[in-house]
């Protein structure tokens, strides 16, 4: 258990919305990722940090934002939700040690 | 662009049978994760692996990084109903470090 939780689990919104999700972790990680995962495509990079307010563009970066104001809590934002945004979206730690990440249990978010 | 490529897609078996998946790409990388994902919750690491030729088992899953490290692949001996999963392969390189590339993934079924 690497400490991490996402709120909300679920989210439906509708197009056009903004839509805010949230990753908080307890044991004091510098990197922290947001990705989304769509069937056939795995896991793809929207945004990383490492650090408070060092954050960097992943693959898929297009209509999303991100804040990191303390070191637990890593904000992912859509600023106006589009239903090509319908997706599963998962928070994620890299311990010190290398590569290996950690993963928060996930947010469905549906865009209607 | 997937710069992982994972072989097969979907993989249906029965109890007690063996199976492997393969991860593939024209990429050299520093390390190589494997993780499984069960339907609503993140991806779990399972092993990682660093130098090319090692060979990990984890139990009844025998892990292999590739002697050029550009792939590896996922052995598991006599599948139990409990392997069922989404199985991901993730690969990370020293100039991208932090920064995980991950494969599409195979569902693994095994059926009682």
């Known amino acids: 258990d690497a400490g991490i939780t996402q709120s909300p689990r679920h989210k439906v919104t509708e197009t056009g919305t903004p839509v805010t999700l949230r990753c908080h972790q307890t044991e004091n990680h510098r990197y922290m990722y947001w990705y989304r995962q769509d069937p056939g495509h795995g896991l793809r990079l929207i945004h990383y940090s490492y650090g408070v307010k060092d954050t960097d563009k992943g693959e898929v970066s297009d209509g999303y934002s991100v804040s990191r104001s303390k070191t637990e809590d890593f904000l992912l934002t859509l600023e106006s939700a589009t239903s090509s945004q319908t997706s599963v979206y998962f928070c994620a730690i890299n311990r010190v040690e290398g590569h290996e990440q950690y993963f928060g249990p996930g947010t469905r978010l549906t865009v209607t | 662009t997937q710069l992982l490529e994972q072989s097969p897609q979907f993989l249906s078996i029965q109890e007690g049978e063996n199976l492997t998946v393969y991860c593939n790409s024209s990429?050299?990388?520093?390390?190589l994760q494997w993780y499984r994902q069960e339907p609503g919750e993140g991806p779990v690491l399972l092993v990682t692996?660093?130098?090319?030729?090692e060979v990990k088992k984890l139990k009844r899953l025998t892990f292999q990084f590739g002697d050029a490290r550009k792939d590896s692949s996922l052995h598991i001996t006599a599948a139990q109903p409990g392997d069922t999963g989404l199985y991901l392969c993730?690969?990370?390189?020293?100039?991208?470090?932090?920064?995980?590339?991950f494969g599409a993934g195979t569902q693994v079924v095994v059926t009682p």
């Open positions: 993730a690969g990370g390189t020293t100039d991208s470090w932090g920064k995980l590339q």
């Open positions: 990429s050299v990388f520093s390390s």
């Open positions: 692996v660093v130098t090319g030729g």
